[in-house]
Nanobody, 120 residues
């Protein structure tokens, strides 16, 4: 599985962005998917995960109520809708995939990351 994340950019605090992650491979619909992020000088952290059927999602407490994860298996794409963005959301965001039902990880496949910068 190859993953390509896009949709990052510069946004003012309080604004919104939607990240997308396009996956190659015919088995995408059977994979758990997730978003992680890594801010400068910090460890990578889990943001949100979704099961293959979209029946189960898990959102980190730091973004709960503001971020939503979803997927479209017909388009081999997973999304991260980010609302009410804060400066502390500034980070490189990565999408990840795994054939096991692992919502929180570990994940076997990783995309290249997309930068999100929130200005205050």
């Amino acid at each position: 599985v190859q993953l390509q994340a896009f949709g990052g950019g510069l946004v003012q605090a309080g604004g919104s962005l939607r990240l997308s992650c396009a996956a190659s491979g015919r088995t995408f619909s059977t994979y758990s998917m997730a978003w992680f992020r890594q801010a400068g000088g910090k460890e990578r952290e889990f943001v949100a995960g979704i099961s293959w059927s979209s029946g189960t999602t898990y959102i980190a407490n730091s973004v709960k109520g503001r971020f939503t994860i979803s997927r479209d298996n017909a388009k081999n794409t997973v999304y991260l809708q980010m609302n009410s963005l804060k400066s502390e959301d500034t980070a490189v965001y990565y999408c990840a995939a795994d054939p096991k039902n692992v919502l929180l990880g570990p994940y076997a496949y990783w995309g290249q990351g997309t930068q999100v910068t929130v200005s205050s």
